[in-house]
């Protein structure tokens, strides 16, 4: 009876440890690979599963999603010999777990040392202007690479990052002066050009303005001669009653700008005074034809003053009349003409 106790629970302990060893459970995103006294046969996927304890193990456990893999940094010496510090991230993702499994000792590491290594061949191949500037290139150049060499290893590398380039302090500082002397430059172009375009713009402005004043002269002698033409129509129209109109217009326009001048030496009379100056003036000249010379001298001799005054007189307004700009005989009409009457 003890004997057939212990039996039983003998083989319930084996069926219990059957039961474990033949059943797997899968978790989502993970693959194992099952192996036949060490030889590859199959891959679980996610679930359960029963394999043949004893016979059959689970080998490599694999995680199917997406990974990251930073990449440390390490010195890179560029085509134009400077020394820069690089650092990155890398994105992959196993899609066949067999091949992840038995084409590749160690993964990760295998998949961090092809990328340090392509890192260092594609960035040394560029100047440093060209890496500082164009990462994007940089990634896709290594993504093409690294992804062409992982694919034997069932792997896939969906995206590889540049995170840091940091060059040398005295790099950056050379860099710094650089990138100032350009912007002094670009700001120097800048001013000349604006100077440029304003003395432009200055001598068209004066050019225009020039052209403007040609046109306004134009049309102002244009109005003129019209003006001259409609004149000469009105005398050849109106005789010379229109010649007298226009001549005393002129003559009212300077008088009256000689009394609004601001020289105090302009002596302005009325036309009746300008007259009378005049008509003293023909007398003089009336006597003077009549009584001639010997006469006008004996008169002067003997007259005991009388005649030498009125002689002075006549002179005397002779002398005003010439001196003044009021009196002169190109101004006031009939002046010094003989037995001419008073206007």
Sequence with gaps: MVETTVLAVTLVILALLFIILSVKIVPQGWEFTVERFGQYTKTLGPGLHLIMPFVEQVGARLNMMEQVLDVPEQEVITRDNAMVTVDGVVFYQ????????????DLKNAILNLTMTNLRTVMGSMDLDELLS?????NAELLT?????????????????????????????????QMKAERDKRASILLAEGEKQATILEAEGRREAAWRDAEARERLAEAEARATTLVSEAIGKGGMGAVN???????????????????????????????????????????????????????AGGGGGGGGGSRGAVASVSRGSGA????????IPNAGVPGAPPV
């Design 324 to 331: 003044s700009p009021g009196l002169d005989s190109g101004m």
């Design 94 to 105: 196993v899609l066949n777990a067999a091949k992840a499994a038995y084409e590749v000792s």
């Design 145 to 177: 690479v690294v992804d062409l060499a992982t694919n034997p290893w069932g792997v896939k590398v969906t995206r590889i990052e540049i995170k840091d380039i940091s060059p040398p302090r005295d790099l950056v500082d050379a860099m710094a002066r």
């Design 245 to 299: 109109y226009f001549v005393a217009l002129k003559y009212v326009e300077a008088v009256a700008a000689l009394a609004a001048a601001p020289n105090q030496k302009v002596l302005v009379l009325p036309m009746e005074t300008a007259g009378v100056l005049g008509s003293v003036a023909g007398i003089a000249e009336i006597a003077k034809e009549a009584l001639g010379p010997h006469a006008l001298g004996e008169g």
């Design 134 to 138: 164009q990462r994007d290139k940089i």
